[in-house]
């Protein structure tokens, strides 16, 4: 194992939570803003027979979950990469 | 071919093929039984996650709960998948990168204290068995309905079939078992749902058919709001708990899943910390399979068992509805003697009980499908309820042998030794949750909520801390730890088995039901733990040097000891 330099380690953990930080705010958004909060709001809203809110609080919220854990591998892999971690 | 012919061949297939890959990939050392040897490729981790997350809950009772709650159910939806989220971006690589067998080996260590290990294992246990317990229950459920034996007899195969395999493959034989589970169990659920979909609404897409219009043109959510107004229910699409309620308990389950120690250490068998990662993204995908559908199922069998039972004469009922009626799940009263069945939400004219864990079994039968279409679900219910209680049971054998055998007890014990006492409380275990599958305890339903709450209130905080502070020590943890477990404890006592002098609904704190306390005993173990930790002592170097290591992904090593 290569050893990495500190400063890089550091970098490295702040991109990650920085990453974190945005991808968990969606996910924020979507179950409990959408589906919870703002519910009654977006209902009012259709989609074909879907109401909006309800919509999002038994399928688009699992969409999105799953995009999101997908799209946080990408970035880390890429990360990865520019730190040369990709064992 | 008449049904129960389909039945035994669909379930006696499933079954020898499960029993062969128990054969075909015995494990031979610890690291073989406790993480398969650390080296499943990501894509079958994935698909034995998804098996060794959905149980008999997710395959058999959610739809039926959704189906009856509506909105309401969204919960469940929501709270079982972000959960996912939380534990892919937050836990997996961390914990694969700190390469250790089990989750209270990480608190053990992570925490430099015995004391924290032993909270873990207790932790860890009593979550565990409250699971097994319910699936053994699914399992009897399946074999008395639609094998026509005896319950017990029932819960008595299914425990010998786990043990076969779960005590001779451990975890290596358990992982490829849970890929043919999963193949089993979703083709099971997704077929039932694309032919009633077609024939409601001529979609063959469940997750858009629902949102789709019947044959009059009407929508079908429109016209299921418009019957259960009629009925005096609350409108399905509005649901009738309150907004803070439903916040707290979709966050109590989602932290209390991403605490779930069964579904942690699926992630100790893969090779490296990317490879964790990408296995939680497949899991959540074929996950999101079954939990998509799931919901339209709900609508589906709503709307067809309203319609087909409501008003109508008692006598011209089908087939499924007396065969339901003789397990005692299903029963119909004739309160005001019409010969008809009144089903309406005033429990003083209603004539009509529904369990609600009989609408997925039933669906099929209600729409008439074809009879290899019910056995289908009889065989994916089966490998549901069967692929978790294995996942459950190896982690109740490794709290033993590993946690408190080999790390408390007897560090000196060999390899072998600690193989055969894997293999021994792997076999008590079975006989106890045999055990409570034929004599449930009555508050099942509520110990399984108990079970979310207390991971939420307990390991989680405990394991994020441990994460993404370095400063978090072990006085912070530990009091944090049990402080949120004694504050759930005390809720769920006091809510819901009536102790210090019970409460109802007006006495909840804030409004908030005793499944949605798990967050608020979260929220309360992470304030007191980071107090604590700022007035004592900084945990020693080495282990702030650990936790600097486990953020770097590589060199994840193999997992060790």
Known sequence: MKKMKKSDQKKYWK??????TVLLTIWF??????????????????????????????????????????????????????????? | MDLQTWIWLLVGITFALYIGIAIWSRAGSTKEFYVAGGGVSPLANGLATAADW?????FISMAGLISFNGYDGSVYLMGWTGGYVLLALLLAPYLRKFGKFTVPDFIGDRYYSNVARTVAVFCALLVSFTYVAGQMRGVGLVFSRFLEVDINTGVIIGMIIVLFYAVLGGMKGITYTQVAQYCVLIFAFMVPAIFISIQITGNPIPQLG????????IYLLDKLDGLHRDLGFAEYTSGSKSKLDVFFITAALMVGTAGLPHVIVRFFTVKKV?????????????????????????????????ETVNNQEYKNMPDWFTTWEETGLLSFNDKNNDGKIQYLADTSKNELIIDKDIMVLANPEIAGLPNWVIALVAAGALAAALSTAAGLLLVISASVSHDLIKKMIKPDISEKGELVAARLSAVVAVCVAGYFGINPPDFVAATVALAFGLAAASFFPAIILGIFTKKMNKE????????????????????????????????????????????????????VSIVISKFTPDPPKEVQEIVANIRIPSGAGEATH
């Open chain 1, 15 to 20: 991109t990650n939570l920085k990453y974190l």
């Open chain 1, 29 to 87: 958004i979507v179950s409990y803003g959408c589906g919870i909060i703002f519910v009654d709001e977006l209902n009012t809203i259709r989609m074909g027979g879907f109401k909006l809110g309800f919509w999002f609080a038994q399928q688009g919220s699992i969409y999105v979950f799953t995009i999101l854990i997908f799209v946080y591998i990408k970035l880390m892999n890429k990360l990865d990469k520019k730190y040369n971690l990709d064992s």
């Open chain 2, 54 to 58: 959905m149980s008999a809950a997710s």
């Open chain 2, 210 to 217: 629902f949102g789709g219009q019947d044959a009059n043109g």
């Open chain 2, 274 to 306: 990317s490879d964790a990662r990408k296995s939680a993204g497949w899991a959540l995908l074929f996950i999101m399979i079954l939990y998509t559908t799931a919901p339209a199922i709900a609508v589906f069998a709503r709307t067809n068992m309203i």
């Open chain 2, 476 to 527: 912070g943890a530990i009091s944090g730890m049990i402080i949120g477990i004694l504050m759930m404890l005390f809720y769920m006592l006091k809510f819901k088995f009536d102790w210090f002098g019970g409460g109802t609904k007006e006495d909840w704190w804030f409004g908030i039901s005793p499944e949605g306390f798990g967050t608020v005993a979260m929220i309360i173990n992470f304030i």
